[in-house]
């Protein structure tokens, strides 16, 4: 392998951004900004350690889960899951947030950049309960960056084309549980833990 070990090397194979292209980054939210997290059902969430070991993990909710609180602030609640919060764990260390929000069929997305704080009440809890279910915490991120993303890998990719879509080209999600995860389980347990019902249970 041979290895890249400069900014000046990197930009020497891959050039440097066109002026358009650099400039883009904004610093709040602009009110198309607003109408995209109303119509996202998605987010990507990435979060670092204190020693820089790095997590993302997928939240997802109807479109408009995410709370636009002000210009410069939004609000991501949490729902019921595996407890094992590494991103929370992150945060409590390191503060700083990276967030993909990705409307289904869309190939470009919203990223946003900043700070979070992990809230544990707040009013506007209230305008986030989903199917009954009022959010214990909520990521409060003080927006740093904000700027769309091209489509270009969802359109090399072709996520959102069906024609192109293989679901059994890996094993079933109860394959890879006792795979990995569950050895001592029945697939036909393991099939029902993961059906259906599978988006509202705590484990």
Known sequence: MIAVRSVEELEGIIGVPAQRVAEKVRHELAPVDREWLAAASLVFIATSDAAGNLDVSPKGDPAGFVKVLDATT???PDRPGNRRVDGFHNLLADPHIGLVFLIPGRGDTLRVNGRATIVRDAEFFDEMVVRGNRPSLAL???????????????LRSKAWDPSSWEPTAAPRRAVIAQAVERPDDSLELLDEYYGPSYAERVE
């Open 140 to 154: 409060v991120v003080e927006i740093e960056e904000v700027f769309f993303h091209c489509s270009k890998a969802f």
């Open 74 to 76: 939004l609000a991501i």
